[in-house]
């Protein structure tokens, strides 16, 4: 298997513009995870989908973020407007809660900037 | 909130030499822990990870000792070599909660 995946690598955009990141997760996976890393505030959690369906979206900060999973193999992370405090590493994961085991599976992450 | 406490300290080792990795976690309703690396540029990877009904546990290198009286978490890496340069992140989550909380990481250099 691939691994999870995730694109662009990297992402330079300018205050306002809309953002989109993409992920395919591990396939058979049931959970996907939206994660995002900065210095400041480390790994934090923006939401997370099971069988497609978003379960927990408390950590996604405002509205002008949001994420769709419309199947199994392919989410996105949307920004809209774009600002610079969002430049940051966003990374998604992916598991297989319903195997038992609970570990999750990243992908390579997009670096985002914002200017 | 609750969180997995860890500044992001360095920990300085020579090759060989064995690495102690530690971390407090503060929710005592987590019952799972996960190690993770991440080396630069890469998403983090899971290392080993263990259960609160457990003090220890080993894998190639690698053993998890937790403290649940004192909420403490350790990665022993031995013999530690160039490659487990990265920094190192410990989790927590609960059984029935798909939330899994980072800590902030600690970073492990290793010269040869």
């Known amino acids: 298997d691939a691994g999870v995946i995730q694109s662009p690598r990297h992402e330079v955009t300018e205050m306002g513009q809309e953002v989109t990141l993409r992920c395919k997760p591990i396939s058979g996976h049931d959970y996907l995870f939206w994660y995002r890393q900065t210095m400041m505030r480390g790994l934090e959690l923006l939401i997370y989908f099971n069988n497609n369906v978003p379960i927990d979206d408390s950590g996604m900060p405002e509205d002008r973020f949001s994420a769709k999973m419309p199947n199994a193999s392919f989410s996105t992370l949307k920004i809209q407007p774009s600002e610079p405090r969002d430049s940051a590493v966003y990374f998604c994961?992916?598991?297989?809660?319903?195997?038992?085991?609970?570990?999750?599976?990243f992908g390579s992450g997009t670096q985002l900037s914002v200017l | 909130g609750e969180s997995v406490g860890l500044h992001l300290p360095t920990l300085s080792v020579q090759e060989g030499d064995n690495s102690i990795i530690n971390c407090a976690y503060s929710?005592?309703?987590?019952?799972?822990f996960i190690w993770y690396k991440q080396e630069s540029g890469k998403g983090p990877q899971f290392i080993i990870d263990i259960r609160s009904n457990m003090d220890k546990r080993q894998g190639q290198r690698v053993t998890v000792l937790l403290n649940k009286t004192v909420k403490h978490l350790s990665l022993q890496i031995a013999a530690t070599q160039p490659g487990d340069s990265a920094v190192y992140f410990c989790?927590?989550?609960?059984?029935?909660?798909?939330?899994?909380?980072f800590g902030t990481g600690t970073r492990l250099l290793v010269s040869p």
């Open positions: 994961a992916s598991s297989l809660i319903g195997g038992g085991g609970e570990k999750l599976f």
């Open positions: 989790a927590e989550k609960r059984t029935g909660f798909q939330k899994l909380v």
């Open positions: 929710n005592s309703a987590s019952d799972y």
